[in-house]
């Protein structure tokens, strides 16, 4: 002796893109298709098929993101590069200028100072 169990199926409303005709589908398995991107076939035999699946549509989006990332590290680490190279450039500057030796003519003096201020006036400026 068998026993009945009542069942409730969520159904999805389609129309086929091809012919027109309306139809109903399980929405766990519209889901499906949906998610996998699978086709399938309208009542009247047309091939279906979701343009773009949902998981597809996930990775393209990581994918753009991780892009989007690894440019922005390229872009800090020149960033970083450039910082560095500036600062050196600065020690090495600040250390011949201690030295006695002039930036624009790249002679040693005894009083930098003062053959600065009469010969490159214009220098710090």
Aim: with cysteine; charged share 30%.
């Amino acid at each position: 002796m068998g026993y009945a169990l009542p069942i409730t199926v969520q159904m999805a409303d389609m129309q086929c893109g091809e012919c027109g005709i309306q139809f109903a589908v399980p929405e766990t398995w519209r889901a499906e298709k949906q998610r996998t991107g699978a086709g399938w076939f309208c009542p009247n035999g047309h091939s279906r098929v979701y343009r773009e699946s949902d998981e597809e549509k996930a990775k393209k989006a990581l994918a753009e993101e991780r892009q989007r990332h690894a440019n922005t590290l390229a872009r800090l680490n020149e960033a970083q590069t450039v910082e560095r190279n500036l600062q050196a450039e600065m020690k090495r500057m600040k250390n011949r200028a201690a030295a006695g030796v002039c930036p624009c003519c790249k002679r040693t003096f005894q009083q930098l100072a003062r053959h600065m201020k009469s010969k490159h006036p214009d220098h710090g400026a």
